[in-house]
């Protein structure tokens, strides 16, 4: 999946860019030459969420470096990149299988309960 967005920077001149969705990562394109700007893997992206003060605009971190995007379809490129980013962690990170434990209640009452670490 592809979004046309315009990378918002303060100290220079702002300029577009295709953000492109794959199963392990996001890239930005240069739609002008069609070459590949950035790759960055899900893991890095650890902020993700709209500018409420501006609509359309929208702000990543990754790897602890800030970025900010404008695109028309903010809230499907968002939606579209929370998702990939689930899918990625449900698939490819490590989570260990469930530990079967009892959980008893404060009345005796006893349940079986998954515990996912």
């Keep these: ?16 860019r295709i953000v492109s969705l794959h199963p392990t990562y996001f890239t ?7 070459s590949e700007t950035n ?3 899900f893991q ?3 902020k993700l969420s709209p500018d409420t003060s ?3 605009v929208f702000l990543m971190e990754i790897d602890k ?7 028309a379809h903010r809230g499907m490129l968002l939606t579209e990149l929370k998702r990939a980013k689930f899918t990625y962690e449900m698939n490819y990170s490590k989570i260990s299988s469930p530990n ?5 209640f404060t009345a005796e009452v006893r349940v079986n309960c998954k515990l996912y670490l």
């Design 1 to 16: 999946m592809k979004f046309q967005t315009t990378k918002l920077r303060s100290w220079r001149s702002s300029y577009s």
């Design 28 to 34: 930005t394109i240069d739609p002008e030459t069609f």
């Design 39 to 41: 790759r960055y893997n």
């Design 44 to 46: 890095a992206l650890t």
């Design 54 to 56: 501006t609509p359309d």
């Design 65 to 71: 470096e800030k970025y900010k995007y404008k695109c």
């Design 100 to 104: 079967l434990n009892l959980k008893v």
